[in-house]
DNA sequence: CTCAATGCAAACTATTTGCATTCGA
DNA sequence: TCGAATGCAAATAGTTTGCATTGAG
């Protein structure tokens, strides 16, 4: 589903208020490429709206996470960061520990066998995590 | 290899010292159940040894991961936790989102995947966190 | 002796909250 | 109009650091 409709129906649902700014924040959010902070998308945004406060990308970010628009991530780094959800799709990340590339890739063999591994232990699962950590082909080469 | 004899020889091997608090801190954290942050082995620690300053735990533990006999973890709720190391095996976890429950797996077929994904898209791995979210056989009871 | 480690307090970073004001429904 | 949202500043939580003192090698 469009994220926008998605956003507006669960405000309306909600009670919640369409503001100006939550407005500008998703489509910069949409824009942007994924796994950001939310000090760089308020950087970003105070270029073209200086007016628009930290505190309420925060909110705003927490929101879109919400209502399934927005996934939060942490890379270790100590920085929360946020990507667009699109549908059902899952994916998951190879995180470069040199440049800090992050590619993502869907592997679908790997959720069954989680799948099974969950069903041995009685686990129902919810949401999963995988990251790999590592070097970029171009980073391996320069390491040389 | 004893993690005390490679603690020793880590730091005797970089010009460091073996203090009295190193050896408390390294018992009580082998002794520890895994997966604690470093506030819980402050306190539990404090129990015992009420001298012993958090600032000194924290650059332990940070020391412990340096030479390899502990690991960094983050599950998400803000808090770094740190578990023993043994050895060259790996594992991943299930985290109950209801109780906290933390179970333990090794699936080593996820691994030889997790290869190929990184083969394909020219990744080396250097290391890994799988995490599986969702409600313990407890908690899903309770849920109904 | 020398230099690393300690313990305390203070600094820092990321995140969250209180509150007076603004603004959407 | 009424309550949610905003923007600022201040609070909080977790982590890290500066520094005078202590203690291991």
């Known amino acids: 589903m469009d ?9 309306s649902r909600k009670g919640l208020k369409n503001t100006n700014q939550r407005m500008i924040i998703l489509e910069t959010f949409l824009a ?3 796994h950001f902070s939310t000090e760089e998308l308020y950087l970003k945004l105070r270029e ?6 930290y505190a309420t990308v925060h909110r705003t970010l927490k929101l879109f996470a919400e209502c ?7 890379f270790g780094d100590g920085q929360t ?3 667009p959800v699109h549908g059902e799709e ?3 990340h190879l995180v470069c520990t040199s440049c800090g590339l992050i590619i993502e890739f869907e592997e679908p063999q790997i959720e069954k066998l989680q799948e099974s591994v969950a069903a041995t232990h009685q686990f129902t699962i ?9 070097l970029c082909a171009a980073c391996a080469a320069a390491d040389q």
Do not use: C, M, T
């Open 90 to 92: 899952h994916h998951d």
């Open 32 to 34: 942007s490429e994924s």
């Open 81 to 83: 960061r946020f990507e």
């Open 68 to 74: 399934g628009i927005a996934a939060e991530r942490n």
């Open 3 to 11: 994220p926008i409709k998605q956003f507006n129906e669960y405000v």
């Open 126 to 134: 919810e949401n999963h995590r995988l990251e790999l950590y590592g």
């Open 48 to 53: 073209e709206y200086p007016k628009i406060g």
